[in-house]
């Protein structure tokens, strides 16, 4: 995907360095879940955070949380980030790999996002609108990347249709095919990431990606909701 941001009051005030929460009035033709998840969105202090450290969403986050404790994203590495949008991976690849040659004497890695939509330009990034589900997909991104990637990442999901076992069916899909993805695309020892949901076919996932990596495990970053069915499956040392 803590440390909240600030939040704290004037002179005065009494609060000490309480943040302070921003209450949503249900407006006139708003849903409460809309208005609730407007609240949530407001007092989320990551949302806060990655407003004040210029990521382009909380998802940031995850990935930085994951690196922290997987250390994949090392300066030198070609990483390849499926399903980029809005970027916020991205703009943490940039920077962990050396992609911009800001940390000096460290090797320079590459970043490519490839997405389905256009993605606004980022800093250090090579993007690539290219669905990955295209037959010729893999060679196309071997060809822009110049050879194969150390990392695959993948932050995918289906939009939600509501239904809950239709949303994770969906998304274990994506999960699927970016494994399949990443086995054409991944040099020995390169690591994959992808997001899952709990609920019972991601053991499929896992039984294919033991045969592929030396490691292969679950993590749920702090940064991913508690409420949340969400998690990561983590691959390292492909086999190739």
Known sequence: MSRAGGGGA???AGRGDRALKVRVK???GRKLSSTRWL?????DPYVQRAKKEGYRGRAA???LE??????????????????CAPGGWSQVAVRRVNALGE???KARGTVLGVDIQAVEPIAGADLMQLDFLDEAADEAVK????GQADVVLSDMAAPASGHRQTDHLKIMALAEAAAEFAFDLLAPGGSFVAKVLRGGTEGELLALLKQRFD???HFKPPSSRKDSAEMFVVATVFRG
């Open 61 to 63: 986050y995850k990935i």
């Open 215 to 217: 490691r292969v495990q």
């Open 39 to 43: 609240q949530r969105q407001l007092n």
């Open 103 to 105: 940390k000096s004497g």
């Open 10 to 12: 004037g002179k005065g």
């Open 143 to 146: 060809e822009r990347l110049g």
């Open 26 to 28: 249900t407006a006139r």
């Open 66 to 83: 994951i690196d922290n404790k997987f250390r994949f994203l090392v300066p030198g590495a070609r990483v390849v980030d499926l399903g």
